[in-house]
């Protein structure tokens, strides 16, 4: 956020206005997100320790009945970050929209899923569930998945996020535009370990009743409002995502190679780099 805000005090003090900006967002803007019960919509209060610890995963409706995730949408389902960087990836679209409507350009907000590939770090505890599951594999030893292994994520492969930012620049925004994307597919986390395990034919992965605490229990977004405007789609699939993921882990020395966001600008269209999850 720090770097946002310097990067709109360059920007003014040298009366330079992109023709857009773009900006790669994050799906913990959303926090939980919306669930569903029954006809009812409801947003689900951040998992207590002492829920997790009592191991009842999912959120309850507001009637105590079983609920279900809703994919999100950035059309309609409210941002409630649940962390730190949730937070700061909201107040940056929010310093974004102001910028760009005071100086009459255009934003475009991508909300980024987990976005994975070749590149990501491989030793940020946050990012590197894969190849964390991947050097257990590697090794034949069982990966341990959390919860139930029914946490949902939505995997997106980087190439595919990389086609998503080149669409934005583009077919510039005529307005405000916010647009999530991802795979449009939510995997659990014990389906993504098997995938894994299949492929070193390594042991099949066990699920253990651990948990993080801050960890949401499902992400996934609906990609129909992306494909429309940007006319754009992704291409990988997860099976052949991994696949490239993992060639390029084996090409490493060891799990420790490490990335750092960067900021850069194409022509004058100034796109901002999110950290992949």
Avoid at 12 to 17: E, F, H, K, N, P
Avoid at 20 to 28: E, T
Avoid at 130 to 156: K, N, W
């Amino acid at each position: 956020m720090v770097g946002t805000t310097q990067l709109l005090d360059a920007l003014t003090r040298a009366a330079l206005v992109p023709d857009q900006l773009v900006l790669a967002s994050s799906r913990a803007v959303y926090g939980e997100g919306a669930w569903q019960c029954g006809t009812q919509t409801f947003y689900p209060r951040p998992r207590s320790h002492a829920q997790l610890a009592a191991g009842i995963w999912d959120p309850s409706g507001p009637t105590g009945e079983p609920a279900v995730p809703l994919p999100h949408c950035a059309g309609r389902t409210e941002p409630r970050p649940t962390n730190i960087y949730g937070a700061t990836k909201l107040a940056q679209e929010h310093m974004l929209t102001a910028w760009t409507a005071a100086h009459d350009t255009s934003l475009s907000v991508l909300r980024l899923q987990n976005a994975y590939g070749p590149g990501q770090s491989l030793t940020n505890p946050y990012t590197g569930v894969v190849p964390f599951f991947a050097r257990l594999s590697r090794e034949q030893r069982p990966s341990e998945v959390y919860e139930d292994g029914r946490i949902v994520r939505d995997l997106v492969y980087i190439d595919d996020v990389v086609d998503a930012v080149f669409a934005s620049v583009e077919k510039p925004a005529t307005e405000l535009r916010c647009l999530d994307i991802g795979s449009g597919i939510g995997t659990t986390i014990h389906e993504l370990a098997q995938t894994i395990a299949a492929i070193f034919d390594a042991p099949e992965p066990i699920v253990v009743p651990k948990f993080r605490d801050g960890d949401i229990r499902a992400a996934s977004c609906d990609i129909e409002a992306a494909k429309n405007e940007l006319q754009w789609f992704p291409k990988w699939a997860l099976k052949d995502g991994l696949h490239a993921l993992l060639e390029w882990i084996a090409e490493q020395p060891e799990l420790s190679f490490e990335t750092s966001d960067h900021t850069h600008a194409t022509g004058r269209t100034v796109v901002e780099h999110a950290d992949r999850r």
